[in-house]
C-alpha cells in the first residue's frame, strides 16, 4: 500500500499540494480512509469529523487554485487531531467522560479555531483519559486506547489517544493537554515528539479545564519541525483568556543552529532517582553525550526541592479539579440521572453515574483538601513548595539554556500491570515539577529501549517563554537518533497487521 497522508510530513504534504501532486481533498479522503482502516486496532478516535474535514479541504484547493497556499498559514492541508477536552463546534466534546457523553459544543476552542485559521484539516476528537485524570488512558469511559508499538502497552495519558494517532501514521499532528505530564510522557510512551509550552504561551480558552493553574495545550508530531509549525499556529495572546501571553516567536528560525554553544543543564539527583529503569537512564546519558558531541555544554545543575514536586502536584492538582468539576451539576449540563423527585438526590445520582472511579477520587481528595482545618495544613504548604520550586528552576537557569532529564520512569507498561493508583501517579515523578513553575517542557524520541524495546523519549526543559531553546536542542538530538518513525505495524500504510 502507497505511503499515507499521516505518515508525511507537513512540509510534504504542502510541498505536494503547491505542485499539484494531490489536492487537499484527497488529503482529507486518504486519512479519512486511513482511520477507518487502522483506528479499530488503536481505538485514538472517538468521533471522526469527515464533513469538517472536507469543507476545509476546499478552502485549501480554492487556495491553491488561486496561488495562495503559502498566505494560508502553517498547517495548511494538514490533518490535524484533538483531544476531546477542546471544544470545536458541532461536535461531542465529552472529555472522555460519562458525564459528558452527549454534549455537543456550541464554540471552538482558540486553540483548535488558530489550527483552523492556519489552513489545518480538522479530522476529529482523540480519546483521552477521563477528564485528563491519568497516565494510560484507561480510565476514559469509552475503552482505552492501545499503543501502536504494542498493542498490548498503553500508550500513555491522559493525551494518550493524541499521541497514539501519530504514532500510529493516522495523522501528522494532533493537540493534547499537559497538567502534569499527559503531553509528554504518552509522547515518550509511543516514540513522538511531544510539546509543553510555557504556562500562557497557548490560549486555554474552550479547554475543559482540570487544573487551572496548570494545564496547557501543545503539539505532537513525528519530527520537531512539524511540532514548530504546530506551535506557530496555535501560540499567542488571547483577550478571551487572561494568563494568555504576547508570543512573536518563529519556532522554526533556529532548528538549524545546532547545539554548539548551548549549556545544558543535567540534574545527578534525577538519574539517581529511584525507580528510573536502567534503559531509561541509558538512553538520557546517551542524549547527553550526543549533545556535547554536537558542540553543546554539559553542566550540572541542582534542583533541591523538586523531590517535593509530586507531593505538592496532589495537593493543587485535586484541589483544582474539584472547583472545576463542581460544575458538571446535571442541571445546565451533563448527565441527568432520571427519576429524582428532590434536586439533592439528583446532584448525587448523576455524579456518582457520570464520573468514573479517577474522577470521584480526585473530587473527593479534593474536596477534603479544601475544607477547613485542613486547608491551612496542606494547600498553603504547597503553593509554598511551589514558589520553592520556581526559584529553583530560575536559579538553574542562571547557568544553563536548556535542562536534560527523563521524561517517565519507564518505558510503556501493559494493560493492567499497574492497578496501584499512587504506583499510576509516578509515572509523572520527572514532568510534574514543570507544570508547577510553568516552564516549557517536551520529550524528544531517541530509540528504543535496551531491555523492552519500546520507544524512550528524554525531555527536555526550557526557561519560561524561551521555548525555542528545546527546540533546539531537540533538534540538535533529532540529528543525532534520527526522525521518529511510524510504529512499525502500522508503517507504509499498513494497519496493524
Known sequence: MARSFGEMSVAEIQAGLAAKEFSAAEVARGSLERISAADEAV?????????????????????VAEGRLAELGPLAGVPVGYKDNMNLTGTRTTCSSNMLRDYVSPYTATCVQRTLDAGALPIGKLNMDEFAFGSSTETSAFGPTRNPWDLERVPGGSSGGSAAAVAAGLVPVTLGSDTGGSIRQPGSFCGIVAVKPTYGMVSRYGVVAFGSSLDQVGPFARSVADAALALNAIVGRDELDCTSQPCDVDFTANLADGARGLRVGVVPAFLEAEGLAPEVKAKVEAAASALEAAGAELVEVELPHARAAMSAYYVLGPCEAFSNLARFDSVRYGYCDPGHSDLGSQYEASREHGFGPEARRRIMLGSYLLSAGVYDRYYYPAQQVRTLITRDYLEAYEKVDVILAPVAPRTAFKFGEIGDPTEMYLSDMFTISINIA???????????????????????????????????????????????PVAPAFADGKAGE
Open 43 to 63: 481505538h485514538a478516535f472517538l468521533q471522526v469529523t469527515e464533513d469538517l474535514a472536507l469543507q476545509a479541504a476546499a478552502r485549501v484547493d480554492a487556495a
Open 438 to 484: 510553568g516552564n516549557g517542557g517536551m520529550s524528544v524520541p531517541v530509540g528504543l529501549g535496551a531491555d523492552t524495546g519500546m520507544p524512550v523519549g528524554v525531555q527536555l526543559i526550557a526557561p519560561p517563554f524561551k521555548d525555542a531553546n528545546m527546540l533546539r536542542a531537540a533538534a540538535a538530538l533529532e540529528l543525532a537518533f534520527g526522525p521518529a
